[in-house]
């Protein structure tokens, strides 16, 4: 199980439009595992976590910042009171 093997699963949705459409849906982590393992790759929850670590470590504040008042304010519909 590595992050690469996951890079280069999400690289492969640019030439490959099947796995792209699938991709595009929300879907939990074993289906993610499983679609990996169809393509002949191994990836784990620890790599899919990486993953967004690393993307956050690359964006900049003000983008978490906004992304931050946006999930607040999904928060404030969802709880009542």
Known sequence: MSL??????LELRHTDAELAARLAS??????L???????????SG???????E???AQRSSEDLQREQGEEA???RH???G
């Open 46 to 52: 620890d790599d899919v976590l990486q993953a967004r």
């Open 4 to 9: 690469e093997d996951l890079d280069r699963l």
């Open 26 to 31: 929300p879907m939990e982590l074993p289906e």
């Open 73 to 75: 304010r999904r928060l």
């Open 33 to 43: 595992m499983a679609l990996a393992s169809e393509r002949g790759f191994q990836v």
């Open 54 to 56: 690393r993307e956050l």
């Open 78 to 80: 969802f709880i009542h």
